[in-house]
């Protein structure tokens, strides 16, 4: 749903374990969801997409699930890398504008 | 390369000032967007534009203003108003039809001192 200002929950994984990553989505006609991922001090960057009529789209070492039923959707990310410790930030598609996620600390420990 | 640049990178304002938040985009989108991050937290919206000429508040508009007069060029006015404004402001741009939702900018951290 709309971003709140809350303070953003953490997800820690070991280096080369699988990463999921929650979002719970507001809008249950939302046609259009991307999954951004920001680094501490710059701009959000696109990771991945998926339009309502898909249940699972991969990428290079990430996977987001959509789940309509429930309005939930996940990011997975294959063998976590220390590039991967950011922020991650879910979004969907509202009136004129994305509706995004509070966001999910991932840290990376070796 | 085609992008989209906010500047400066670091702004530090006096009680009391106004300041102008410079985001500059060569995609040629028609959408661009203001939003608000505080420390460990998600994105706020401010103000967004669809059309050059026209623009709406967001959710936390007050103490901020912007203009449109150029399809290329949102700016961001922190105005004294706004009783809190040190954050870091990101801009962002996208076609409405486009299928990659939006571009950031690298954003600006504001400081008042």
């Known amino acids: 749903g709309e971003s709140v200002g809350l303070h953003l929950p953490t997800l820690s994984v070991q280096e080369g374990d699988n990463s999921i990553i929650n979002c719970a989505y507001s809008?249950?006609?939302?046609?259009?969801f991307i999954w951004y991922k920001q680094e501490s001090g710059k701009g959000p960057q696109f990771i991945i997409d998926?339009?309502?009529?898909?249940d699972k789209r991969q990428g290079q070492r990430v996977t987001v699930l959509l789940n309509k039923t429930v309005k939930h959707l996940s990011l997975q990310i294959a063998a976590t890398q220390p590039g991967d410790s950011a922020v991650y930030f879910c979004a969907e598609e509202g009136t004129d504008k994305l509706i995004f996620g509070t966001g999910t600390r991932l840290q990376v420990f070796p | 390369d085609g992008g989209i640049t906010q500047s400066p990178k670091y702004l530090f304002r006096k009680e009391g000032q106004n300041v102008t938040l410079s985001c500059e985009q060569n995609l040629n989108h028609d959408a661009m967007y203001w939003y608000r991050q505080d420390p460990g937290q998600g994105l706020r919206l401010i103000y967004y534009?669809?059309?050059?000429?026209?623009?709406q508040k967001g959710d936390i508009a007050e103490g901020y203003s912007v203009s449109r007069e150029k399809k290329e060029s949102f700016p961001l006015t922190v105005t004294s108003a706004q009783k809190n404004p040190t954050a870091f402001y990101l801009c962002?741009?996208?076609?409405?039809?486009?299928?990659?939702?939006?571009?950031f900018g690298s954003g600006t951290r504001l400081t008042v001192v």
């Open positions: 998926i339009r309502s009529n898909m």
């Open positions: 962002a741009s996208t076609n409405p039809d486009g299928g990659y939702g939006y571009t």
């Open positions: 534009s669809q059309i050059v000429n026209d623009f």
């Open positions: 809008n249950s006609a939302s046609d259009y």
